[in-house]
Protein backbone atom coordinates (compact mmCIF):
# COMPACT_ATOMS: atom_id res chain seq x y z
CA UNK A 1 0.00 0.00 0.00
CA UNK A 2 1.59 3.09 -1.24
CA UNK A 3 1.77 6.12 1.27
CA UNK A 4 -1.40 8.21 1.59
CA UNK A 5 -0.73 11.61 -0.10
CA UNK A 6 -2.23 13.98 2.89
CA UNK A 7 -4.29 16.03 0.37
CA UNK A 8 -6.84 13.31 0.34
CA UNK A 9 -7.28 12.48 3.54
CA UNK A 10 -10.73 11.54 3.93
CA UNK A 11 -11.41 9.83 0.60
CA UNK A 12 -12.63 6.54 0.04
CA UNK A 13 -10.10 4.17 -1.63
CA UNK A 14 -12.06 4.29 -5.19
CA UNK A 15 -11.20 8.00 -6.33
CA UNK A 16 -8.25 7.86 -9.06
CA UNK A 17 -6.01 10.90 -9.17
CA UNK A 18 -4.50 12.11 -12.31
CA UNK A 19 -4.28 15.51 -14.39
CA UNK A 20 -7.09 16.91 -16.03
CA UNK A 21 -4.98 17.03 -19.33
CA UNK A 22 -4.66 13.43 -19.34
CA UNK A 23 -8.48 12.81 -18.36
CA UNK A 24 -9.88 14.76 -20.96
CA UNK A 25 -7.62 13.16 -23.66
CA UNK A 26 -8.89 9.59 -22.24
CA UNK A 27 -12.48 10.75 -23.02
CA UNK A 28 -11.42 12.10 -26.09
CA UNK A 29 -9.21 9.62 -27.28
CA UNK A 30 -12.36 6.61 -26.39
CA UNK A 31 -14.98 8.84 -28.19
CA UNK A 32 -13.87 9.89 -31.56
CA UNK A 33 -16.67 10.60 -33.84
CA UNK A 34 -15.47 10.04 -37.50
CA UNK A 35 -16.94 12.45 -40.27
CA UNK A 36 -16.58 9.79 -43.52
CA UNK A 37 -15.18 11.92 -46.28
CA UNK A 38 -15.36 8.94 -48.40
CA UNK A 39 -14.92 9.00 -52.40
CA UNK A 40 -13.40 5.98 -53.81
CA UNK A 41 -12.63 2.29 -52.94
CA UNK A 42 -11.34 3.44 -49.82
CA UNK A 43 -14.75 4.50 -48.59
CA UNK A 44 -15.61 0.60 -49.02
CA UNK A 45 -13.31 -0.40 -46.71
CA UNK A 46 -13.88 2.60 -44.71
CA UNK A 47 -17.96 1.49 -44.16
CA UNK A 48 -16.24 -2.48 -43.74
CA UNK A 49 -14.59 -1.11 -40.75
CA UNK A 50 -17.35 0.44 -38.92
CA UNK A 51 -19.89 -2.83 -39.79
CA UNK A 52 -20.11 -5.43 -37.57
CA UNK A 53 -17.42 -7.87 -38.16
CA UNK A 54 -14.26 -5.22 -37.97
CA UNK A 55 -16.55 -3.40 -35.62
CA UNK A 56 -14.66 -0.10 -34.61
CA UNK A 57 -16.71 0.57 -31.60
CA UNK A 58 -14.31 -1.75 -30.02
CA UNK A 59 -12.01 1.49 -30.11
CA UNK A 60 -15.01 4.24 -29.77
CA UNK A 61 -14.85 5.80 -33.12
CA UNK A 62 -18.36 3.84 -34.40
CA UNK A 63 -20.46 7.40 -34.64
CA UNK A 64 -20.36 8.17 -38.02
CA UNK A 65 -21.61 11.70 -38.66
CA UNK A 66 -22.27 12.91 -41.95
CA UNK A 67 -22.63 16.47 -40.69
CA UNK A 68 -19.08 18.60 -39.59
CA UNK A 69 -20.54 19.84 -37.05
CA UNK A 70 -20.95 16.74 -35.27
CA UNK A 71 -17.95 15.29 -35.63
CA UNK A 72 -14.43 15.34 -34.43
CA UNK A 73 -12.49 13.13 -37.05
CA UNK A 74 -12.24 13.43 -40.90
CA UNK A 75 -10.69 10.58 -42.68
CA UNK A 76 -10.16 11.21 -46.40
CA UNK A 77 -11.03 8.23 -47.80
CA UNK A 78 -10.21 8.21 -51.71
CA UNK A 79 -8.84 10.36 -54.33
CA UNK A 80 -9.63 14.07 -53.77
CA UNK A 81 -9.88 15.85 -57.23
CA UNK A 82 -9.37 19.80 -58.07
CA UNK A 83 -13.05 20.41 -57.89
CA UNK A 84 -13.84 18.88 -54.80
CA UNK A 85 -10.83 20.28 -53.40
CA UNK A 86 -12.49 23.67 -51.89
CA UNK A 87 -15.36 21.07 -50.34
CA UNK A 88 -13.09 19.44 -48.37
CA UNK A 89 -11.26 22.43 -47.12
CA UNK A 90 -14.84 23.99 -46.33
CA UNK A 91 -16.13 20.85 -44.46
CA UNK A 92 -12.51 20.49 -42.72
CA UNK A 93 -12.94 24.21 -41.66
CA UNK A 94 -16.50 23.30 -40.48
CA UNK A 95 -15.33 20.82 -37.73
CA UNK A 96 -15.57 21.86 -34.03
CA UNK A 97 -12.03 21.74 -32.29
CA UNK A 98 -10.35 19.53 -31.17
CA UNK A 99 -10.50 17.87 -34.91
CA UNK A 100 -8.02 15.38 -36.37
CA UNK A 101 -7.43 14.09 -39.66
CA UNK A 102 -6.64 10.87 -41.26
CA UNK A 103 -5.56 10.00 -44.53
CA UNK A 104 -6.66 6.89 -46.00
CA UNK A 105 -5.30 5.37 -48.95
CA UNK A 106 -2.51 5.89 -51.24
CA UNK A 107 -5.09 8.22 -53.70
CA UNK A 108 -5.71 10.74 -50.32
CA UNK A 109 -2.30 10.40 -49.25
CA UNK A 110 -0.33 11.12 -52.21
CA UNK A 111 -2.62 11.32 -55.41
CA UNK A 112 -1.83 7.39 -56.11
CA UNK A 113 -1.87 6.50 -59.29
CA UNK A 114 -3.95 9.40 -60.57
CA UNK A 115 -1.08 11.61 -61.37
CA UNK A 116 -3.34 13.46 -63.97
CA UNK A 117 -4.01 17.34 -63.83
CA UNK A 118 -7.59 16.82 -62.05
CA UNK A 119 -6.47 15.12 -59.24
CA UNK A 120 -4.86 16.50 -55.98
CA UNK A 121 -1.68 15.15 -54.84
CA UNK A 122 -2.05 14.82 -51.50
CA UNK A 123 -4.05 16.43 -49.37
CA UNK A 124 -1.56 16.85 -46.55
CA UNK A 125 -0.70 19.77 -49.25
CA UNK A 126 -3.66 21.75 -48.63
CA UNK A 127 -5.36 20.73 -44.86
CA UNK A 128 -3.59 19.33 -41.83
CA UNK A 129 -3.08 15.23 -41.35
CA UNK A 130 -2.42 13.73 -38.70
CA UNK A 131 -2.05 10.38 -39.56
CA UNK A 132 -1.69 8.75 -42.90
CA UNK A 133 -2.54 5.12 -43.81
CA UNK A 134 -1.06 2.83 -46.65
CA UNK A 135 -2.33 0.56 -49.11
CA UNK A 136 -4.69 0.71 -52.24
CA UNK A 137 -7.12 0.54 -50.06
CA UNK A 138 -5.89 -0.35 -46.91
CA UNK A 139 -7.66 -3.28 -45.24
CA UNK A 140 -9.77 -2.26 -42.14
CA UNK A 141 -7.18 -3.37 -39.87
CA UNK A 142 -4.36 -1.01 -41.16
CA UNK A 143 -7.40 2.09 -40.65
CA UNK A 144 -8.27 0.46 -37.27
CA UNK A 145 -4.44 0.35 -36.15
CA UNK A 146 -4.43 3.84 -37.35
CA UNK A 147 -7.25 5.13 -34.58
CA UNK A 148 -5.40 3.39 -32.35
CA UNK A 149 -2.41 5.45 -33.29
CA UNK A 150 -4.06 7.97 -33.46
CA UNK A 151 -5.78 7.55 -30.22
CA UNK A 152 -1.88 7.34 -28.96
CA UNK A 153 -1.54 10.44 -30.10
CA UNK A 154 -4.29 12.14 -28.39
CA UNK A 155 -2.94 11.25 -25.51
CA UNK A 156 -0.01 12.00 -25.53
CA UNK A 157 0.13 15.49 -27.09
CA UNK A 158 -3.52 16.92 -26.78
CA UNK A 159 -4.40 19.59 -23.74
CA UNK A 160 -7.46 20.39 -22.49
CA UNK A 161 -7.28 23.56 -23.86
CA UNK A 162 -6.33 22.89 -27.07
CA UNK A 163 -2.82 24.39 -27.24
CA UNK A 164 -1.22 21.66 -28.93
CA UNK A 165 -3.41 23.33 -32.08
CA UNK A 166 -2.71 26.42 -31.27
CA UNK A 167 -0.37 29.25 -32.75
CA UNK A 168 -0.51 32.97 -31.46
CA UNK A 169 -3.22 35.02 -33.29
CA UNK A 170 -5.28 32.35 -35.47
CA UNK A 171 -8.56 32.94 -34.45
CA UNK A 172 -7.97 36.33 -34.97
CA UNK A 173 -6.84 35.87 -38.46
CA UNK A 174 -9.66 33.71 -39.16
CA UNK A 175 -12.19 36.11 -38.13
CA UNK A 176 -10.08 38.48 -40.34
CA UNK A 177 -11.07 36.80 -43.43
CA UNK A 178 -14.56 36.03 -42.88
CA UNK A 179 -15.15 39.77 -42.29
CA UNK A 180 -13.38 41.13 -44.85
CA UNK A 181 -14.82 38.06 -48.12
CA UNK A 182 -18.64 38.06 -46.32
CA UNK A 183 -19.46 41.33 -48.19
CA UNK A 184 -17.83 40.08 -51.73
CA UNK A 185 -20.42 36.89 -51.29
CA UNK A 186 -17.93 34.80 -52.86
CA UNK A 187 -16.08 31.69 -52.46
CA UNK A 188 -12.45 33.56 -52.49
CA UNK A 189 -11.21 30.03 -51.38
CA UNK A 190 -11.44 28.86 -55.34
CA UNK A 191 -9.86 32.03 -56.53
CA UNK A 192 -6.14 31.97 -56.28
CA UNK A 193 -5.69 35.59 -56.89
CA UNK A 194 -8.71 36.79 -54.63
CA UNK A 195 -7.09 34.59 -51.86
CA UNK A 196 -3.79 36.52 -52.28
CA UNK A 197 -5.94 39.59 -51.90
CA UNK A 198 -7.68 38.86 -49.23
CA UNK A 199 -4.64 37.85 -47.05
CA UNK A 200 -3.09 41.44 -48.02
CA UNK A 201 -6.59 42.83 -46.77
CA UNK A 202 -6.07 40.57 -43.92
CA UNK A 203 -2.76 41.56 -43.09
CA UNK A 204 -3.62 45.11 -43.00
CA UNK A 205 -6.98 44.40 -41.14
CA UNK A 206 -4.70 43.06 -38.18
CA UNK A 207 -2.36 45.56 -38.14
CA UNK A 208 -5.07 47.90 -37.99
CA UNK A 209 -7.32 46.29 -34.89
CA UNK B 1 -23.35 -12.72 -80.76
CA UNK B 2 -22.32 -9.26 -80.69
CA UNK B 3 -24.96 -6.79 -81.91
CA UNK B 4 -25.17 -6.14 -85.68
CA UNK B 5 -27.16 -3.44 -86.42
CA UNK B 6 -29.29 -3.27 -90.08
CA UNK B 7 -27.75 -1.95 -92.54
CA UNK B 8 -28.39 1.81 -94.00
CA UNK B 9 -27.89 1.55 -97.53
CA UNK B 10 -31.47 2.99 -98.02
CA UNK B 11 -30.55 5.94 -95.58
CA UNK B 12 -27.01 6.75 -97.10
CA UNK B 13 -29.09 6.50 -100.32
CA UNK B 14 -31.64 9.35 -99.43
CA UNK B 15 -29.12 11.62 -97.90
CA UNK B 16 -26.84 11.40 -101.06
CA UNK B 17 -29.98 12.00 -103.18
CA UNK B 18 -30.50 14.96 -101.02
CA UNK B 19 -27.48 16.63 -99.67
CA UNK B 20 -24.73 15.58 -103.06
CA UNK B 21 -22.58 12.39 -102.71
CA UNK B 22 -21.29 12.69 -98.87
CA UNK B 23 -18.18 10.21 -97.67
CA UNK B 24 -18.93 6.99 -95.98
CA UNK B 25 -17.32 4.19 -94.94
CA UNK B 26 -17.94 0.71 -92.96
CA UNK B 27 -16.38 -0.87 -90.05
CA UNK B 28 -17.34 -3.72 -87.97
CA UNK B 29 -21.11 -3.59 -89.57
CA UNK B 30 -21.32 0.09 -88.35
CA UNK B 31 -21.31 3.38 -91.06
CA UNK B 32 -19.84 6.36 -90.75
CA UNK B 33 -20.99 9.31 -92.43
CA UNK B 34 -18.84 12.51 -92.97
CA UNK B 35 -20.73 15.83 -93.17
CA UNK B 36 -19.09 18.85 -93.88
CA UNK B 37 -19.36 21.26 -90.99
CA UNK B 38 -21.04 23.92 -92.91
CA UNK B 39 -24.29 21.40 -93.56
CA UNK B 40 -23.77 19.25 -90.72
CA UNK B 41 -26.92 20.54 -89.13
CA UNK B 42 -29.32 20.57 -92.10
CA UNK B 43 -27.92 16.52 -92.29
CA UNK B 44 -28.65 15.55 -88.95
CA UNK B 45 -32.33 17.77 -89.01
CA UNK B 46 -32.98 15.42 -92.29
CA UNK B 47 -31.83 12.37 -90.43
CA UNK B 48 -34.06 13.21 -87.27
CA UNK B 49 -36.98 13.11 -89.97
CA UNK B 50 -36.65 9.66 -91.83
CA UNK B 51 -36.41 8.08 -88.33
CA UNK B 52 -33.39 8.63 -86.63
CA UNK B 53 -34.87 9.99 -83.60
CA UNK B 54 -32.28 9.02 -80.75
CA UNK B 55 -29.08 10.90 -79.77
CA UNK B 56 -26.60 8.20 -78.23
CA UNK B 57 -23.79 10.47 -77.88
CA UNK B 58 -22.08 13.63 -78.82
CA UNK B 59 -18.22 13.14 -78.33
CA UNK B 60 -14.76 14.10 -79.99
CA UNK B 61 -11.31 13.13 -80.95
CA UNK B 62 -8.68 15.11 -81.49
CA UNK B 63 -6.36 13.99 -84.05
CA UNK B 64 -3.46 16.61 -84.04
CA UNK B 65 -0.14 14.77 -84.83
CA UNK B 66 -2.35 11.98 -85.90
CA UNK B 67 -0.20 9.77 -88.93
CA UNK B 68 -2.89 8.19 -90.89
CA UNK B 69 -6.12 9.73 -92.22
CA UNK B 70 -9.29 9.26 -89.72
CA UNK B 71 -10.97 6.32 -90.94
CA UNK B 72 -9.06 6.07 -93.77
CA UNK B 73 -11.15 8.62 -95.43
CA UNK B 74 -9.72 10.93 -97.60
CA UNK B 75 -11.89 13.98 -96.52
CA UNK B 76 -11.13 13.32 -93.14
CA UNK B 77 -7.31 14.07 -93.29
CA UNK B 78 -5.90 16.89 -92.23
CA UNK B 79 -8.44 18.27 -90.05
CA UNK B 80 -8.09 18.59 -85.92
CA UNK B 81 -10.82 17.91 -84.16
CA UNK B 82 -13.37 15.41 -85.60
CA UNK B 83 -16.77 15.25 -83.68
CA UNK B 84 -18.93 11.72 -83.54
CA UNK B 85 -22.59 11.90 -83.19
CA UNK B 86 -24.27 8.51 -82.90
CA UNK B 87 -27.71 8.23 -83.72
CA UNK B 88 -30.64 5.47 -83.68
CA UNK B 89 -33.59 4.72 -85.34
CA UNK B 90 -35.93 3.10 -82.64
CA UNK B 91 -38.29 1.81 -85.06
CA UNK B 92 -35.53 0.14 -87.76
CA UNK B 93 -32.76 -0.65 -85.48
CA UNK B 94 -30.43 1.55 -87.43
CA UNK B 95 -27.84 2.93 -86.32
CA UNK B 96 -25.01 5.52 -87.66
CA UNK B 97 -22.68 7.32 -86.74
CA UNK B 98 -21.83 11.30 -88.27
CA UNK B 99 -18.61 12.74 -88.78
CA UNK B 100 -18.37 16.12 -88.40
CA UNK B 101 -14.44 17.93 -88.67
CA UNK B 102 -13.77 21.30 -87.21
CA UNK B 103 -10.39 23.47 -86.73
CA UNK B 104 -8.13 25.87 -85.00
CA UNK B 105 -8.45 28.39 -84.65
CA UNK B 106 -12.07 28.77 -83.14
CA UNK B 107 -13.32 25.40 -83.88
CA UNK B 108 -17.26 25.79 -83.96
CA UNK B 109 -20.22 23.88 -86.01
CA UNK B 110 -24.08 24.30 -85.49
CA UNK B 111 -25.83 22.47 -81.81
CA UNK B 112 -28.36 20.35 -82.03
CA UNK B 113 -30.11 20.62 -78.77
CA UNK B 114 -33.04 21.92 -81.15
CA UNK B 115 -32.91 18.75 -82.62
CA UNK B 116 -32.41 16.57 -79.19
CA UNK B 117 -32.90 17.73 -75.95
CA UNK B 118 -30.37 15.18 -74.86
CA UNK B 119 -27.50 16.88 -76.57
CA UNK B 120 -27.27 19.77 -74.31
CA UNK B 121 -24.95 18.54 -71.58
CA UNK B 122 -23.23 16.15 -74.04
CA UNK B 123 -22.44 19.02 -76.21
CA UNK B 124 -21.32 21.24 -72.62
CA UNK B 125 -19.13 18.35 -71.59
CA UNK B 126 -17.47 18.58 -75.28
CA UNK B 127 -16.99 22.39 -74.82
CA UNK B 128 -15.42 21.62 -71.53
CA UNK B 129 -12.72 19.35 -72.55
CA UNK B 130 -12.24 20.04 -76.58
CA UNK B 131 -13.23 23.58 -76.44
CA UNK B 132 -15.47 23.11 -79.37
CA UNK B 133 -18.02 26.35 -79.52
CA UNK B 134 -21.27 25.25 -80.64
CA UNK B 135 -23.05 28.01 -81.64
CA UNK B 136 -27.15 28.29 -80.66
CA UNK B 137 -26.60 26.33 -77.67
CA UNK B 138 -28.57 27.70 -74.99
CA UNK B 139 -26.12 27.39 -71.96
CA UNK B 140 -22.98 26.63 -73.22
CA UNK B 141 -21.00 26.44 -69.56
CA UNK B 142 -18.54 24.06 -68.38
CA UNK B 143 -19.98 20.83 -67.35
CA UNK B 144 -17.05 18.83 -65.60
CA UNK B 145 -14.48 20.84 -64.63
CA UNK B 146 -14.70 23.61 -62.20
CA UNK B 147 -16.02 27.09 -63.56
CA UNK B 148 -12.70 28.84 -63.07
CA UNK B 149 -10.63 26.44 -65.17
CA UNK B 150 -9.46 27.62 -68.15
CA UNK B 151 -8.25 25.35 -70.37
CA UNK B 152 -9.73 22.41 -72.33
CA UNK B 153 -7.73 19.59 -71.15
CA UNK B 154 -8.35 16.69 -73.67
CA UNK B 155 -6.80 18.65 -76.02
CA UNK B 156 -3.45 16.71 -77.43
CA UNK B 157 -1.45 19.57 -76.46
CA UNK B 158 -2.67 20.12 -72.86
CA UNK B 159 0.12 17.69 -70.72
CA UNK B 160 -1.42 15.21 -68.68
CA UNK B 161 -0.48 16.82 -65.31
CA UNK B 162 -1.97 20.13 -66.04
CA UNK B 163 -0.46 23.11 -66.05
CA UNK B 164 -0.42 23.59 -61.88
CA UNK B 165 -3.91 24.09 -61.86
CA UNK B 166 -4.36 21.55 -59.13
CA UNK B 167 -1.63 22.82 -56.87
CA UNK B 168 -3.64 26.30 -57.21
CA UNK B 169 -5.43 26.28 -53.45
CA UNK B 170 -4.38 28.33 -50.08
CA UNK B 171 -3.28 26.16 -47.89
CA UNK B 172 -5.35 25.16 -44.69
CA UNK B 173 -2.68 24.99 -41.44
CA UNK B 174 -3.29 23.97 -38.27
CA UNK B 175 -3.41 27.40 -36.92
CA UNK B 176 -5.82 28.80 -39.78
CA UNK B 177 -8.54 26.36 -39.15
Known sequence: MAMKDPGLEGLPENVMVGKLDALANWCRKNSLWPMPFATACCGIELMATGASKHDLARFGAEVFRFSPRQCDLMIVAGRVVMKMLPVLQRIWQQMHEPKWCISMGACASTGGVFDTYAVVQGIDRFIPVDMYVPGCPPRPEQLIQAIIDLQDKIQREGTITGREFDTAGRQLRKRALVEIAAPLSIDASRNPVLQRELAAEADAFLARS | ?177
Open chain 2, 1 to 177: MPFIPPPVDDVLAEVNGRFGPLESSLFRGQTRLIVPEARAFEVLEFLKEIGFDLLVDVSCVDYLEYRDPPMQCPSASGHRYGLVYLLAATATNQRLTIRVFVDDPDPTVASVVPLWKAANWLEREVWDLFGIRFTGHPDLRRLVMPEEFTAHPLRKDYPLQGRGERHNFPVITRDRS
